[in-house]
């Protein structure tokens, strides 16, 4: 008779695998949030002409990106509606919500007829288009980097954080992409007719795909265990009332890499071609670069933060890029030419990088899971707002009243000023509070 066996089979443990289904969920559709923000400045001139047309060419390049940075006072109400209801509803659930905002948004923009089609009808709906976009923006760094951070371990949030940046850089690299293969493509008339509006379809068409990841990703352990022990959430009144001081310093963190990003980054195709008289095709592969190198190094910057510490690293990010961009400046209209451009736009990426890699894991450190998603977007959106959205257009009217093509670069090194020393006032502070 055969005996049987009766020993347990037990099935062996899986192996904890990494964050990274998260991580490229939450990355992918940040890019493409980013691509659709960029590519209205990229256009700046061409949609300066459509649809706040004017005698004046300046004025015309003026009411453009003042339409752009128009969308940046959306983003503060964004940060605490979709930041808010990120930390009461979840993180998935904010960024799910915020991609299709951001597409409602660029489908406006895609479709909408120009001011000699419609009159006076086409810039008010580019201004209610760029304000979706703005708010949609809003939520999106808070949801997004507390879904990154709450999904790592906490000795590699820098590293895991730093993916937020490196996803924008994606996003740099196929918006100046894109624009770079049409103005090469196309002539002048065809790119103003309707060349412009191929690169807002492309960020249409990707919208579907990107809102389809977000909704199968899995919510963040930490949220869950916050969402149960406190059914009952104020976050945007916790942030505001006992938070209004980390609050502050945190906004005080981000002013002068938002700052030197949105000058040397976002604005720069336009200098280049208005002041520096570089074509088109490559001004945009000026910022191609800059975006690649970014993506590139955001990754490294946030390792590194891990290892040496993030004050450290940002605090030396920030001093270097405040001595930098005056001397950068100076040697692109020194020597106006691509080569130049090239060089100058790797350089400004990894500066970038380094002041704006160890920031996400930074800002997460500070606000706590219960109210990180609010606190997180109205820290980086306040600042952005304020230091970033309107970048453009207060150097177009610097270098108008000064007749000076270096004034960026006063801009840049104020604002650096200003991060570094919040940085020094927050890090002592955080030295002094007991752990959270």
Request: aromatic letters at 10%; one cysteine or more; glycine letters at 8%.
């Amino acid at each position: 008779m055969t005996t049987q066996s009766t020993a347990t089979h037990v099935p062996l443990a899986k192996p904890k695998r990494g964050p990274w289904k998260e991580i490229i969920a939450a990355s992918i559709g940040n890019a493409l949030e980013f691509y659709d923000l960029l590519i209205y400045g990229y256009f700046a001139v061409v949609i300066g002409k459509l649809f706040f047309p004017s005698d004046n060419e300046t004025t015309s390049l003026l009411l453009s990106v003042g339409s752009f940075g128009i969308s940046f006072l959306m983003r503060p109400l964004g940060a605490m509606v979709l930041g808010s209801y990120a930390d009461r509803a979840g993180r998935k659930a904010s960024l799910t919500m915020s991609i299709l905002i951001m597409m409602v948004g660029t489908a406006m923009i895609t479709f909408t007829p120009s001011y000699q089609q419609i009159g006076v009808a086409a810039p008010l709906i580019i201004i209610v288009a760029r304000m979706l976009q703005g708010f949609s923006t809003g939520g999106e760094f808070g949801a997004a980097t507390a879904f990154m951070v709450e999904h790592a371990e906490a000795k590699r949030r820098g590293f895991f954080a730093s993916w937020q940046l490196s996803t924008q850089g994606l996003a740099t690299v196929l918006a100046a992409g894109v624009s770079a293969l049409l103005s090469y493509v196309l002539t002048d008339v065809q790119l103003s007719d309707w060349g412009w509006r191929v690169a807002f379809g492309v960020g249409l068409l990707i919208g579907p795909v990107g809102f389809y990841i977000r909704s199968q990703i899995d919510e963040t352990p930490d949220f869950q265990k916050v969402a149960a022990d406190t059914p009952k959430r104020t976050p945007l009144r916790d942030v505001l009332v006992t938070g209004r001081v980390s609050l502050i310093l945190a906004i005080g963190v981000v002013a002068g890499a938002t700052a030197f990003n949105y000058v040397h980054k976002l604005y720069m195709p336009t200098y280049a071609l208005k002041q520096l008289h570089i074509t088109a095709t490559s001004s945009y592969m000026g910022a191609l670069v800059t975006g690649l190198t970014l993506m590139l190094m955001a990754p490294v910057f946030g390792t590194l933060s891990d290892t040496y510490g993030r004050f450290r690293v940002l605090s030396l990010a920030l001093l270097i890029t405040g001595l930098s961009s005056y001397p950068l400046f100076v040697l692109l209209n020194a020597y106006p030419t691509v080569t130049t451009l090239l060089w100058v736009q790797a350089i400004v990426g990894i500066l970038i990088a380094a002041c704006l890699g160890p920031i996400p894991a930074m800002l997460a450190d500070i606000f706590p899971t219960r109210i990180r998603g609010t606190g997180l977007a109205l820290s980086y959106n306040f600042s952005v707002t304020l230091f970033g959205g309107f970048a453009p257009l207060i150097v177009t009217w610097l270098i108008e009243i000064t007749g000076s093509k270096l004034a960026p670069s006063f801009y840049v090194t104020s604002t650096a000023l200003i991060s570094v020393v919040a940085v020094i006032v927050l890090g002592r502070r955080m030295r002094r509070a007991p752990a959270q």
